[in-house]
């Protein structure tokens, strides 16, 4: 098994900056991909970005002002948020993929960019 445990959500002003963070423990050596969804009010869940021991990825809903970071000696992976719009705000999912079991999910973590 794998668990996960979300950091650095909070509410922020429009154009501003935030760092999410999502440590991993357990069964870390079956960890294959990590990566960020999230879920705003009244909308479905959605893929933000992933990142694998090699490269990474961005969905639409990631690109441009997001940028995500795997530290694999820490087992963490990162979503820095830059130039925050208010259409960011949602409940941030970080996603594990293991070698052989399914998907696992941190608890969430609620952004909110507002004046």
């Known amino acids: 098994q794998v668990q996960l445990v979300e950091s650095g959500g909070g509410l922020v002003q429009p154009g501003g900056s935030l760092r999410l963070s999502c440590a991993a423990s357990?069964?870390?050596?079956?960890?294959?991909?990590m990566g960020w969804y999230r879920q705003a009010q009244g909308k479905e869940r959605e893929l933000v970005a992933t990142?694998?021991?090699?490269?990474?990825n961005y969905a639409d809903a990631g690109k441009g002002r997001f940028t995500i970071f795997r530290d694999n000696a820490k087992n963490t992976v990162y979503l820095h948020m830059n130039s925050l719009r208010p259409d960011a705000t949602a409940v941030y999912y970080c996603?594990?993929?293991?070698?052989?079991?399914?998907?696992?999910w941190g608890q969430g973590t609620q952004v909110t960019v507002t004046s």
């Open positions: 990142a694998t021991r090699g490269s990474t």
């Open positions: 996603n594990v993929v293991t070698w052989t079991d399914p998907a696992y």
């Open positions: 357990g069964s870390i050596f079956r960890i294959n991909t």
